[in-house]
C-alpha cells in the first residue's frame, strides 16, 4: 500500500469508526448497536473436523462476505501480533498499513503491538479462502474485510463472524436474512 493509501485509509477509519482502532475485538462492545454476530457450525460448535465442516465454515463466510461485497473492491487487513514496536520484515507488496500498541504494560516484555496490513482486491467469492480456513483453525486471528469507504466490517474468528453494517437497520435485515447462524446466548455472543 503506498504512502498516500495509508493515509486515506486511516482517515477513512477515523471518521467511521471514531475512537477506536482497527482491531476486531475492540470494536464489538462501541458499536454493538450495528453488529451482528454469526456462528459458522450447527450448535454453535467451535471448530470443524472434517471437510464436510470447512465446506459449511466456507459457506458461511462466503455468503455474508457476497452480501456486503459482491462486486465491489475490498480491503482485506490481516495483523502481525509482536511484542516489538519495529515493522517486522515480511516481504514486498505486502501492503503494510500502520502499527498499533495494543497492550501497553509497563514491563517491555509483556506489551502487544499489532502491525496491520492491507491489500485492496476485487472482491470474489472463494478469494481469501485460504486466510478463512486459517481463521477457523485458530491459525489466524484478526483479518478485518471492508469495503473501500469502511463503512462496513466483516470480521472472521474461529467459530464465526462479528459483522459491523452502516446502520443498526441494515444489520437487523442481515441479521434476519441469517437467523439460523446466531447464538442462542442472551448477549448474542
Same mark, same amino acid.
Given at each position: ?12 477509519? @477515523? ?21 451482528? @454476530? ?82 485492496? @482486491?476485487?472482491?470474489? @467469492? ?64
Amino acid at each position: 500500500m503506498s504512502g498516500d493509501g495509508r493515509t486515506d485509509l486511516t482517515e477513512l477509519w @477515523r471518521r467511521r469508526w471514531p475512537g477506536c482502532p482497527p482491531v476486531g475485538y475492540k470494536l464489538r462492545d462501541p458499536y454493538r448497536d450495528v453488529r451482528v @454476530r454469526f456462528h459458522s457450525l450447527p450448535e454453535s460448535k467451535r471448530y470443524p473436523e472434517d471437510e464436510s465442516e470447512y465446506t459449511v465454515v466456507l459457506e458461511c463466510y462466503n455468503t455474508v462476505l457476497d452480501e456486503l461485497f459482491a462486486g465491489a473492491d475490498v480491503y482485506v487487513i490481516t495483523p502481525l501480533w509482536t511484542t516489538e514496536a519495529d515493522v517486522p520484515s515480511v516481504g514486498p507488496g505486502t501492503g503494510y498499513w500502520q502499527s498499533l500498541l495494543v497492550e501497553d504494560d509497563p514491563d517491555p516484555e509483556f506489551r502487544t503491538y499489532c502491525h496491520l496490513f492491507a491489500t485492496r @482486491r476485487p472482491w470474489q @467469492r472463494g478469494c481469501i479462502d485460504s486466510l478463512l480456513r486459517g481463521t477457523a483453525d485458530d491459525e489466524v486471528a484478526g483479518i478485518l474485510i471492508t469495503d473501500t469507504r469502511v463503512q462496513r466490517i466483516h470480521h472472521p474468528y474461529d467459530g464465526g463472524a462479528d459483522v459491523f453494517l452502516a446502520t443498526s437497520g441494515e444489520r437487523d435485515q442481515l441479521r434476519d436474512r441469517h437467523a439460523g447462524w446466531l447464538s442462542s446466548h442472551p448477549s448474542g455472543l
